[in-house]
């Protein structure tokens, strides 16, 4: 196999950032967009294979783990299947990969037993011809089905604006619907303030996308920002069908507080979460993400999911 980094280009940035990557593509890929069935079966070489091993499968965002993947996305993929993660999911710059990297790539993770659920990515992703294009090629090759908006764009503040994205994800969402993906969202701590009276950001994503949109639930920005995690979850029945496990504590980041505090030594109330999104919510799959901890990376990422085991045997 011949994979390395060339193709990677996963540069170690703010999640923030999302929006200022984009990637080249043939221009062969915008009149393919253009056509409803022009990605609409994978290649035999990229079927999806069905969610195995755990009910709920146990994943790791990897910008959990971004210095590493920046250094050696092989070696990466290789050290969290060892230590027992059973998916992945790429953030925004896998956008920039060719097709053939990533069919590199989804071969690694096939040989590792990994998988693919849904990918992060930027608003070009979401966009009618070359970007969305390119993300449907390659989340097909990848097995993902889901396609996850990781940040809202720049300049979307007012209600108007919120209700003009809204308008596009839903209209991204039914062109990704014939190829078999669907569309999401993942929230920060800013989308849970009010934004026109009582009526939170979040609020008006949910009630102006469809059913079939996914809400991927970013847990500790929702309890930091004061949020009930299971009221949401609750009143979005099947729509959270991805969260990520992101733990959170009152404090600063020199404590070992806020975000750097690891899974399952924070606030939130994991039990009664996962009891709600598994019962209401309609979740697949789970995904840890940590910003940062006192720990390297892969140890990190070691010690989120001894603490997701120990949780889910006494749960």
Not at 51 to 80: A, C, F, H, Q
């Amino acid at each position: 196999m011949s994979l390395n980094n060339s193709g990677s280009a996963l540069n170690p940035i703010s999640r923030r950032n999302f929006l200022a990557i984009s990637g080249a593509v043939p221009a062969v890929l915008l009149a393919q967009a253009a056509s409803p069935g022009a990605f609409a079966a994978p290649a035999a070489d990229a079927v999806t294979a069905p969610m195995t091993r755990g009910k709920y499968p146990i994943g790791l965002e990897l910008y959990s783990v971004r210095t590493e993947l920046t250094r050696d996305l092989p070696n990466t993929l290789k050290t969290v299947a060892g230590i027992g993660y059973e998916a992945v999911e790429f953030y925004a710059p896998y956008h920039d990969w060719s097709v053939p990297h990533a069919k590199e790539v989804r071969a690694l993770m096939d040989d590792l037993g990994l998988r693919c659920h849904s990918t992060h990515n930027h608003m070009g992703a979401f966009a009618p011809g070359e970007g969305m294009g390119k993300a449907i090629e390659l989340n097909q090759v990848l097995g993902a089905k889901i396609l996850v908006l990781a940040a809202v764009p720049n300049g979307v503040r007012t209600l108007d604006a919120w209700k003009k994205l809204c308008e596009q994800l839903s209209s991204a969402s039914s062109l990704l619907k014939t190829h078999g993906l669907a569309a999401g969202y993942h929230n920060h701590e800013t989308e849970w303030a009010p934004l026109d009276g009582n009526l939170r950001t979040m609020d008006v994503l949910a009630a102006n996308t469809p059913k079939e949109f996914v809400l991927q639930f970013d847990v500790g920005t929702g309890v930091e920002a004061g949020a009930d995690p299971v009221a949401w979850i609750n009143a979005n029945p099947g729509r959270i069908r991805t969260l990520h496990l992101k733990d959170w504590a009152p404090g600063v980041a020199a404590d070992e507080k806020g975000y750097r505090v690891l899974f399952g030594d924070g606030v939130c109330p994991w039990k009664a979460i996962l009891a709600a999104a598994e019962a209401t919510g309609g979740v697949e799959f789970y995904l840890i993400e940590q910003e940062g901890s006192r720990y390297p990376e892969f140890e990190t990422a070691r010690r989120c999911l001894d603490a997701w085991k120990t949780m889910r045997k006494t749960s």
